[in-house]
């Protein structure tokens, strides 16, 4: 296979819209502790897919573990070692990442993303995070396209250290689950992701539940796999709505959610199953977890299923999660900013974005 580097050409790379780092490789270690806590961070993510060490648990220390890095200089060295050797052995791996919510009402949603760790790359390579939910933040339109559901996202990737490291300063927690996935399946699926993460094919039109992060992932899992993903998502659903997932989400944001619901059509309010649920991040973590898939090649008519999901870890602990609880009914809410919202989303521009800001602070100070 050849470097990821002669595929991709010049492609950007980010977080939930954040910009990359100088040369869209992500924000280089500005000191040789900080580079060697990141080594850490990513060795013990390796470690827990390769067995290479019996470490376990978190990834990513706190701040209050800064004065405590000179002691753990040499074992981030030596387990730096462990973990290359490991990544010699082993093969190409994949695994789907689950961020928490932020504080923003951007990152409201949380944010899902794969890691491919593929040993017959070189350097940065091995460990790449292909991540659906990069946009312009700094558009003067961000805010009325996303409210309305028409922001323009792409697809970007960049190493994984540098994906950890800005979750865990952001204070979101991050898991992993590795998928089963044969080494065909994971060819496929990385072939796909280098040609999507071109310029000319990374945009697409973002849409709440139907174009972001998640599906997009999980799309491309069940092409690779063909079809795989889907009959593991299949079955009873959650016993929910997408307008009632999208309320739940957006619990902490109540301003923003009354806005969203404002302009979401009464089909969201339709029972959906795990497949659908899966347009958020911790609904599709959840639904293949409990999903299974068809026995490996060759096994037969006699060979048993197996768990979608192999193993599962929490690469940074933050403390925040994703809200269980259900929200309100945003209906009887919504009728009441309803027209001015469309005044509102109607403008272009600057002014559209000052007038939506508007509006939703004024209703966040109304309720």
């Not at 994984?160 to 952001?170: F, I, K, P, R, V």
């Not at 059509?265 to 911790?282: K, T």
């Not at 008519?301 to 309100?328: I, Y």
Request: glycine fraction near 14%.
């Amino acid at each position: 296979m050849r470097s990821r580097s002669t595929l991709r050409g010049r492609t950007s790379s980010g977080v939930d819209g954040r910009p990359p780092g100088p040369g869209g490789r992500g924000t280089p270690a500005m000191c040789s502790a900080s580079m060697v806590m990141r080594r850490l961070t990513v060795a013990r993510a390796v470690a827990s897919f390769t067995g290479a060490t019996g470490l376990t648990g978190a990834g990513v220390e706190g701040d209050s573990m800064a004065s405590a890095r000179a002691a753990v200089v040499g074992a981030a060295l030596a387990l730096g070692g462990l973990a290359g050797e490991a990544r010699a052995q082993d093969g190409p791996r994949v695994a789907l990442l689950t961020m928490a919510p932020g504080e923003h009402p951007f990152v409201a949603f949380g944010h899902s993303a794969l890691w491919i760790h593929d040993p017959r790359l070189q350097g940065e390579d091995v460990d790449l995070v292909y991540n659906f939910g990069t946009f312009a933040f700094g558009s003067p339109r961000v805010v009325v396209d996303f409210a309305r559901g028409q922001l323009s996202y792409w697809l970007s990737f960049g190493p994984l250290d540098w994906t950890l490291s800005t979750y865990g300063a952001e204070g979101r927690t991050v898991r992993a689950q590795e998928l089963a996935l044969s080494p065909d399946e994971i060819d496929r699926l990385e072939r796909a992701l280098l040609i999507g993460a071109r310029p000319e094919n990374r945009a697409y039109a973002y849409g709440y539940i139907d174009h972001n992060c998640a599906t997009r992932l999980r799309d491309a899992l069940d092409q690779a796999t063909g079809g795989a993903m889907r009959a593991a998502l299949a079955g009873p659903g959650p016993g929910v709505t997408y307008r009632r997932e999208i309320a739940r989400v957006l619990g902490a944001h109540p301003a923003l959610g009354e806005a969203v619901d404002a302009v979401l059509g009464p089909s969201v309010d339709r029972a959906i199953g795990p497949w659908e649920a899966a347009f958020l991040p911790d609904r599709l973590a959840q639904g293949l977890a409990r999903g299974r898939r068809a026995g490996p090649p060759g096994a037969g008519a006699g060979g048993a299923d197996r768990p979608v999901v192999t193993s599962e870890r929490t690469l940074v602990e933050r403390g925040r999660w994703f809200a269980d609880r259900p929200a309100p009914d945003r209906r009887a809410g919504a009728l009441g900013v309803g027209a001015a919202g469309a005044v509102a989303l109607a403008l272009a521009g600057r002014r559209g974005a000052r007038a939506l800001g508007v509006l939703v602070a004024t209703v966040g100070g109304a309720i």
